[in-house]
């Protein structure tokens, strides 16, 4: 069984950042693939980072070059820093764990989802 419980959402004004976290249990963390999705009202869910175990990054093009993931394998965590936000970016944002350790990671490959944040980008 896998926890993972996701922190660091909010009210942010357009420009503005956020760094999301993502804990998780019950599971040895460094050998899989993690990866943040989001849900927009109306939308349909997007990918929009993972990292291999290995560390190698993947972004959905709406994020690239705004959005930076990571992890620390020591406390068992994956973050999300994320940079220049726009209202398009408001979404309840999900961390999920991988069915693997190693990229390619596509939607589908994830068997964990944590419970969601809120990212609300409003002035």
């Known amino acids: 069984q896998v926890q993972l419980v996701e922190s660091g959402g909010g009210l942010v004004q357009p420009g503005g950042s956020l760094r999301l976290s993502c804990a998780a249990s019950?599971?040895?963390?460094?050998?899989?693939?993690m990866g943040w999705y989001r849900q927009a009202p109306g939308k349909q869910r997007e990918l929009v980072a993972t990292?291999?175990?290995?560390?190698?990054?993947n972004y959905a093009d709406s994020v690239k070059g705004r959005f930076f993931i990571s992890r620390e394998n020591a406390k068992n965590t994956v973050y999300l820093q994320m940079s220049s936000l726009s209202p398009e970016d408001t979404a309840v944002y999900y961390c999920?764990?991988?069915?693997?350790?190693?990229?390619?990671?596509?939607?589908?490959?994830?068997?964990?989802w944590g419970q969601g944040t809120q990212v609300t980008v409003s002035s």
């Open positions: 019950g599971s040895i963390f460094n050998i899989y693939a």
């Open positions: 990292i291999t175990r290995a560390g190698s990054r």
């Open positions: 999920n764990k991988a069915i693997g350790g190693f990229g390619p990671v596509n939607q589908g490959d994830f068997d964990y």
